[in-house]
């Protein structure tokens, strides 16, 4: 990181699209699952140079809604990748300080994942210095159905629902938006990750599959940030000067 410009402008919240897995094993000649595996081993080095950098909250998403239309060989193993991931990192993200949160359902999960995901969230729920987001079983369609339920079960009257009370009824309650969405794997669309959230986030797509995400490949997507003018609909600064 040494030889870095340095980085000027720090995104709070970032989300990445972790795509590309099953073609960077397809290319190596390797199971699919395999690239999933290798993906998993990518997230903890991402996530601690993003705290490096400043970034204060990380957002993946692991596994979409429409996910589960995969075959079946390939939905079990993901599932037992995740669990053993869970096994593997929740203690070094709590010494780390990390706070860990799930973005998503728990309906149609094993018993024995569901218990592992609410033992970690409540192990970290104090934590202060990172938070960590994980979408799985997610979609954004699906989240916002989730919280017209919850406000209809709430009897939340028409007139009281507003975007701020929408948000409140979000997985992502009481988190400020993603600034910037990064998509590996080369696609350039959302499918279906925090739509609603998202809405005047920065994107930033690059071919490089997940497993050969490095922290160079994020060093690039924050200088690519930074360079970004975000102007939520106004005027840039300069024109307003100029009258
Ligand atoms: C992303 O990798 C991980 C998940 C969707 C679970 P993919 O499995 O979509 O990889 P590609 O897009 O087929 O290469
Ligand atoms: C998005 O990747 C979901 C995750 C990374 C978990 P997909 O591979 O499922 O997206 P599509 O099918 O290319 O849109
Ligand atoms: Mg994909």
Redesign the pocket.
């Known amino acids: 990181m040494a030889e870095e410009q340095a980085l000027t402008k720090i995104p709070q919240h970032v989300g990445i ?3 590309g897995n099953g073609r960077w094993a397809q290319a190596r000649g390797l199971p699919r699952l395999e690239g999933h595996r290798a993906g998993t081993e990518n997230i903890r080095r991402v996530l601690e140079a993003c705290g490096q950098y400043g970034v204060k909250t990380l957002t993946i ?4 809604t ?2 589960w239309s995969r075959p079946d060989e390939e939905v079990k193993g993901l599932f037992r990748i995740l669990e053993e991931v869970i096994d593997r990192e929740v203690k070094n993200f709590h010494r780390q300080g990390v706070r860990l949160r799930h973005l998503g359902s728990l309906e149609g999960i094993s018993e024995s994942m569901r218990k592992k995901v609410q033992k970690a969230i409540e192990l970290t729920k104090d934590n202060k210095k990172f938070t960590l987001n994980v ?2 079983n997610y979609g954004g369609r699906a989240e916002i159905l989730d919280a017209v339920r919850k406000m209809i079960a709430a009897r939340v009257a028409a007139q009281e629902v507003d975007e701020e009370r929408m948000e409140q009824y979000l997985y992502t309650a009481g988190q400020p938006p993603p600034d910037l969405i990064i998509r590996t ?1 080369g ?1 350039m ?1 959302l ?1 279906n ?1 925090l739509i609603w959230q998202a809405a005047y986030a920065e994107y930033y797509s690059t071919p490089t599959f997940w497993p050969d995400f490095d922290t160079s490949e994020l060093y690039k997507a924050l200088l690519a940030y930074q360079e970004r003018e975000r102007k939520f609909g106004g005027l840039p600064e300069k024109v307003l000067a100029r009258g």
């Open positions: 699209i972790m795509d998403y692991a596994f979409s429409e996910n979408a799985f794997g696609e669309r499918s990750f």
